[in-house]
Structure formats: structure tokens, C-alpha cells
Nanobody
Framework: VQLQASGGGTVQPGGSLRLSCTAS????????MTWHRQSPGKDRELVAS???????NVRGFVLGRFTISRDDAKSTVYLQMSSLQPEDTAVYYC??????????????????WGQGTLVTVSS
């Protein structure tokens, strides 16, 4: 299973970007999918998450500016970012809990990370 993130780039303050992360390979389904980010000199932090049922959780520092969504037909999670600020500059990583099989009645789940996509907000 691989996660491929895309959509990063350089944008001016106040601008918008949409990140995408697509899962490929052999798997049965995708459970919770998340976006994290890591700025230089800082720890990686959770930005937003979305469950298989579509319930979302967006961290307070981006609430009202970022929206997470998913398209299971495309095995893709999105992060729509608007009103971007310089402090949003970071490498953004996607993460997914992937059901890769079953053992009896128990689902076998693995967690995968994408490679990261750089978002730079600068005038």
C-alpha cells in the first residue's frame, strides 16, 4: 500500500490550496484518514482527521480555514486550505489506517504515511 500526496506549492498569504492523498496497492478498505504537518524545528502535528463514516475533526488552529474530505471511490483524502498564513508553511503528510485483510472475524489494519508535500506561504 502506498499513499501519494500532492497539491503543495507556494502561495501568497490569504491564498488557497487543495492537497490530495491517494492510496494505491492491495487493500480492502480505508478507515480513518488524517493530515499532519511539520514545520522546521517543530514536531509533527495533527491537522485534521476524517473517519470512514465521514466524521471530521479539525484542529482549532486551522478551524474555519481548512476542510478535510474524502472520496472513497477514488481512495483519496483531501485537505482544502484557505486564508493561508505564513505560519501554515510546513510539509504536509497524509496518513491512513488501511484494512489489508481479515483473520477470522478480525480485521487486519495497518497504518501508512504518505511522503509529504511542501506548502510554503510567503509574499
Amino acid at each position: 500500500v502506498q499513499l501519494q500526496a500532492s497539491g503543495g506549492g507556494t502561495v501568497q498569504p490569504g491564498g488557497s490550496l487543495r492537497l490530495s492523498c491517494t492510496a494505491s496497492g492491495s487493500f480492502m478498505s480505508l478507515n480513518t484518514m488524517t493530515w499532519h504537518r511539520q514545520s522546521p524545528g517543530k514536531d509533527r502535528e495533527l491537522v485534521a482527521s476524517i473517519t470512514r463514516e465521514g466524521s471530521t475533526n479539525v484542529r482549532g488552529f486551522v478551524l474555519g480555514r481548512f476542510t478535510i474530505s474524502r472520496d472513497d471511490a477514488k481512495s483519496t483524502v483531501y485537505l482544502q486550505m484557505s486564508s493561508l498564513q505564513p505560519e501554515d508553511t510546513a510539509v504536509y503528510y497524509c496518513n491512513a489506517d488501511v484494512v489489508v485483510g481479515h483473520k477470522g472475524w478480525t480485521r487486519i489494519e495497518r497504518t501508512y504515511w504518505g511522503q509529504g508535500t511542501l506548502v510554503t506561504v510567503s509574499s
